[in-house]
T-cell receptor, first 113, second 112 residues
Framework: DSGVTQTPKHLITATGQRVTLRCSPR?????VYWYQQSLDQGLQFLIH???????AKGNILERFSAQQFPDLHSELNLSSLELGDSALYFC????????????FGSGTQLSVL | KNEVEQSPQNLTAQEGEFITINCSYSVGISALHWLQQHPGGGIVSLFMLSSGKKKHGRLIATINIQEKHSSLHITASHPRDSAVYICAVSLGGGTSYGKLTFGQGTILTVHP
């Protein structure tokens, strides 16, 4: 058990809908990272939050947004969903800003039908 | 050309064999990670390194910064080592070492 909790584990929805994925980091970790794993693109970095502030953005679509709350949990919001958004979404946490081991959650499997 | 290339893509071994997975990258990096992903999807960080060599149990990771190359070795392989092994690099320093670029992964199957 990594100590990082992601909910829900599975999510099935329809095109055009909006969903929210949640990540609770390990106790004491200030950084949360979001990654997307799809069959065609593999793993890709989406976004990094540190202590409530956005620190880096990767290949994150404009339809996607994220935030980190004062209790350090983070949410990834995906809107106007398309079939191609179907993927496994991971979050990871680290104590500071990543110059240390990353701890991954078990992922949320999103299926857009 | 991908910035991070792994080889081989698939690897089959017999229990007890010594295994090597290679990772080459094309740009300067601040850190390299080796990750393990088991069937069912969970990802575990095995190593993070920026120079030299690290060892944990039967796993050894090395990196050669000048040659832009890293290897992951598994000694005395076991069927429970069967997983996807992923190399990932952090391209820049500054404030986000977790902004990773990933290799395509190596699927390892170890037969008893």
């Amino acid at each position: 058990d990594s100590g990082v909790t992601q909910t829900p584990k599975h999510l099935i929805t329809a095109t055009g809908q909006r969903v929210t994925l949640r990540c609770s980091p390990r106790s004491g970790d200030l950084s949360v990272y979001w990654y997307q794993q799809s069959l065609d693109q593999g793993l890709q970095f989406l976004i990094h939050y540190y202590n409530g502030e956005e620190r880096a953005k990767g290949n994150i679509l404009e339809r996607f947004s994220a935030q980190q709350f004062p209790d350090l949990h983070s949410e990834l919001n995906l809107s106007s969903l398309e079939l191609g958004d179907s993927a496994l979404y991971f979050c990871a946490s680290s104590e500071n800003q990543g110059w240390e081991k990353l701890f991954f959650g078990s992922g949320t499997q999103l299926s857009v039908l | 050309k991908n910035e991070v290339e792994q080889s081989p893509q698939n690897l089959t071994a017999q229990e007890g064999e010594f295994i090597t997975i290679n990772c080459s990258y094309s740009v300067g990096i601040s850190a390299l990670h080796w990750l393990q992903q088991h069937p069912g999807g969970g990802i575990v960080s095995l190593f993070m390194l920026s120079s030299g060599k690290k060892k944990h149990g039967r796993l050894i990771a090395t990196i050669n910064i000048q040659e832009k190359h890293s290897s992951l070795h598994i000694t005395a392989s076991h069927p429970r080592d069967s997983a996807v092994y992923i190399c990932a690099v952090s391209l820049g320093g500054g404030t986000s070492y977790g902004k990773l670029t990933f290799g395509q992964g190596t699927i390892l199957t170890v037969h008893p």
